[in-house]
């Protein structure tokens, strides 16, 4: 079975450590605790009739100055980068801070994931996929646990690119 | 915490390539979750990819990783150095540096999230105070037309009431007038009451400042109830003090309105005794005077919870005899709203069967620049209506009827007509010594007649032009008497109002 190193990164608050529970131990809690440093989680899951070990590292949130130190990423096969759908600082630059996860991670594509999705209608869903200059991976809400094993998935299947 | 041994805080430890640790250096930290032969991914599953990607030779540090030992977490930094055969791991422990780093972040970020919270909630709030200001709005205006609306019947009312009375009938007829004149005139002050309140609520409450004669205004005080209240049982005293100024900067207008008020309402609770009203000062300098307005009555009183909630709105006391007075509750909250705007102040005490006092204490600035003027310019006693070319506009057929039998009366030589673009087309005919323009009319309202001047110049430029109108409010009148009107006639008026007007600007 071969292990994969992937990262989860956005602005803190955005969803990332409750996109992890739901899809490690299928828990979901209101409660918001920021994360510090960086805690690292593992499932197991099947790609392309492959067993993968994700290592999945729930990096600190940043805030609009801060950037996930370069560190982290080393030996990373992929990095999901988490925004916020109720909230628009967490994706207003989204295309420039795209670009600094992936000229610190040295990785060419990276998954893009809009979370909080039982906060906002579909017609504001709408409005922010005309906003973002590229496709959004997958909608998904951590809270009702739809498409969290999707954006997953497709993490796996960015590592095995 | 006593400063520990530097042991308590790292542990070394040497891994092969695969990451198998190969040898525990030294260190007491976390000890017992690293063993010889077995892999350290098991306690630093962070290290899983990381240490294969490693460059040989080149530390490497990152921070801020959890590691979990005797199912405890610990933040620790990790310094790792690949050589060719094997990988050092130095672990720090920083849990309590990381401890206070994780408080600050988690303060931060709550706050972050408490400031969006209130951003959102102001947003909010401002759209309710919108929505409650048009409301509001709405309700002014709604109030103001249906005030309007109300006062042209009421005046049909009680002008016909009054014409009526004028006519040789029986007694009890004459008894039935009366409580229908009493029922109408109370109306009105429902009517004023509403409409003023809502006034204040909406903010639109403009106070004059321009120089009161305190003396002059009880006198009128005094004048206004003597002919009202001459079949009460009440005796009405006024009491004002010398040490007052002889002028003060006020609305004389307002002021008035607040003592009728306590008056009235004193006199509604009041079967026998008095009503007495006291002026005096309670400070007094070169520039400002604090003066107390008292009420007082002989009246029932009132219990303590009744006079703690006397100044709300719509409050209103039961009363115990049949008498028919009965205010929209009101009249008091007008006072408190009205002494609050000149930053006064309103108290009452009052002991059940013996009586109430309302007090009103009202800072005011002595106005030393007005001079006494020796004559009062109010009093008309003449009558210049007589033979007067008079020439009365109004839609309502009913209240031409009432103008027309006062006017008849009075032997005014008087032409009545039904809108403004008539009344117009008789003002470029004939010169008019007063002409009485209803203000809401078809086709050419009051208002729109009297701003054409250069079309009614010829004949009547002259010509005092008076309106007669249901919008009464101070603002209404000032409103009026700024585009050219010389007087305003409010409706409902009574036969002796209107004449008095007339004659004053007759004169």
């Known amino acids: ?161 | 915490m006593a400063i520990s041994k530097i042991e308590h805080f790292f542990i070394e430890i040497t891994t092969n390539l695969t990451g198998v640790v190969t040898e525990i250096v030294s260190g007491k930290f976390a000890i017992s979750e690293f063993k010889i032969q077995q892999s350290i991914y098991i306690a630093c599953p962070f290290l899983e990819g990381t240490l294969e990607a490693l460059t040989i030779n080149d530390p490497f540090l990152i921070e801020g990783m959890v590691i979990v030992s005797n199912q405890k977490e610990y933040n620790v930094d990790v310094e790792l150095l690949k050589t060719e055969n094997e990988v050092a791991v130095l672990i720090h422990n920083r849990t309590n540096v990381y401890k206070y780093a994780a408080q600050l972040n988690q303060n931060r970020n709550d706050l972050f999230f408490l400031k969006r919270e209130l951003h959102e909630k102001n947003i909010e709030l401002d759209r309710l105070r919108k929505v409650a200001d048009k409301a509001n709005e709405e309700k002014s205006r709604f109030l103001a037309m249906m005030s309007h609306e109300v006062r042209n019947p009421l005046n049909v009312i009680l002008g016909y009431t009054e014409l009526i009375n004028e006519e040789e009938v029986s007694n009890q007829v004459k008894e039935h007038l009366k409580y229908l004149t009493i029922s109408g005139k109370n109306l009105k002050v429902i009517v004023d009451d509403i409409l003023d309140l809502s006034r204040v609520e909406a903010g639109k409450l403009q106070l004059s400042n321009a120089p009161v004669d305190l003396a002059l205004l009880i006198d009128q005080l005094k004048n206004n109830y003597k002919s009202s209240h001459r079949d009460l049982d009440i005796n009405l005293e006024f009491s004002i003090s010398n040490k007052l100024p002889k002028f003060v900067f006020g609305d004389d207008v307002r002021l008035l309105q607040i003592l009728t008020n306590l008056i009235n309402n004193s006199i509604k609770f009041t079967q026998k005794g008095a009503v007495s009203t006291f002026v005096d000062v309670i400070s007094l300098d070169k520039k400002d005077v604090k003066i107390s307005f008292k009420v007082t009555d002989t009246g029932r009183g009132m219990t303590e919870s009744q006079a703690a909630s006397v100044f709300e709105e719509y409050q209103q006391n039961e009363l115990d005899d049949n008498r028919i007075h009965k205010g929209a509750g009101l009249g008091l909250a007008i006072v408190k709203r009205l002494v609050a705007a000149m930053n006064g102040t309103i108290s009452v005490t009052s002991k059940i069967d013996l009586g109430t006092t309302f007090q009103v204490d009202i800072p005011f600035k002595v106005d030393t620049s007005t001079v006494i003027k020796s004559t009062s310019e109010d009093v008309v006693n003449n009558n210049y209506i007589n033979s007067s070319r008079i020439l009365v506009a109004d839609d309502n057929f009913l209240n031409r009827t009432i103008v027309a039998h006062i006017l008849k009366k009075e032997n005014a030589n008087f032409t009545l007509v039904k809108d403004g673009v008539e009344a117009l087309l008789e003002m470029q005919k004939e010169t008019f010594d007063l002409v009485l323009l209803d203000i809401n009319m078809p086709n050419l309202s009051g208002e729109s007649l009297i701003k054409q001047k250069e079309a009614y110049h010829q004949s009547n430029s002259k010509t005092p032009i008076l309106a007669l109108t249901g919008n009464s409010s101070i603002d209404d009148i000032k409103g009026y008497l700024k585009i050219g009107f010389k007087d305003v006639i409010p409706k409902p008026f009574t036969s002796a109002q209107f004449v008095d007007l007339l004659n004053k600007n007759l004169k």
């Not at chain 1, 593992?42 to 729930?58: A, C, H, R, T, V």
């Not at chain 1, 925004?83 to 040295?106: H, W």
Request: charged share 30%.
């Open chain 1, 1 to 161: 079975m071969i292990a994969k190193k992937v990262l989860l990164v956005g602005n803190f608050g955005v969803g990332k450590t409750s996109l992890i529970r739901r899809f490690v131990l299928n828990e979901f809690s209101e409660e918001y605790i920021s994360t510090i440093g960086v805690r690292v989680s593992s499932k197991i899951i099947q790609i392309e009739n492959q067993e993968i070990k994700l290592l999945i590292w729930d990096v600190a949130g940043t805030s609009d100055d801060e950037k996930v130190p370069k560190a982290y990423f080393l030996g990373s096969s992929a990095a999901m980068y988490v925004f916020d759908l109720s909230r628009e600082e967490t994706y207003k630059n989204i295309n420039a801070k795209v670009d600094i996860v992936k000229e610190l991670s040295g990785l060419k594509n990276i998954t893009i994931i809009g979370n909080k999705k039982d906060l906002v209608s579909s017609k504001e869903i709408e409005a922010i996929k005309k906003l973002i200059p590229f496709s959004i991976d997958l909608i998904t809400s951590a809270k009702e646990n739809e498409n969290v094993e999707d954006a997953f998935k497709e993490l796996a299947k960015q590592t095995l690119n």
